[in-house]
Nanobody, 122 residues
């Protein structure tokens, strides 16, 4: 069992930055690929970014490419999402997820955090 805890969400003005963190429990963090998803009110959950187990391969949704960066520190047992040039349309609850391989599909991930709210004001 893996428990995921996100942090770093908040309120920011358009053009600003936030850094989300996800701290999985347990000593098996390096066995999992990690992903970030988000869900805005009235919309389906969507893929944001993913990273493989070793951290040398990443994938991004087109809407965030060039603005968001996913990284992981296996020694620190955490995964991060650096979000720059935030826009109001980035407003959503952001979820961290862990699974056997990197994927843009939510069902590929076995474990999910509780989510952290990101609100971008115009």
């Amino acid at each position: 069992q893996v428990q995921l805890v996100e942090s770093g969400g908040g309120l920011v003005q358009a053009g600003g930055s936030l850094r989300l963190s996800c701290a999985p429990s347990g000593r098996t963090f390096s066995r999992y690929a990690m992903g970030w998803f988000r869900q805005a009110p009235g919309k389906e959950r969507e893929f944001v970014a993913g990273i493989n187990r070793s951290g040398d391969s990443t994938d991004y949704a087109d809407s965030v490419k060039g603005r968001f960066t996913i990284s992981r520190g296996n020694a620190k047992n955490a995964v991060y999402l650096q979000m720059n040039s935030l826009q109001p349309e980035d407003t959503a609850v952001y979820y961290c997820a862990a699974g056997p391989s990197r994927s843009a599909i939510a069902v590929a991930y076995n474990y999910w955090g509780q989510g952290t709210q990101v609100t971008v004001s115009s």
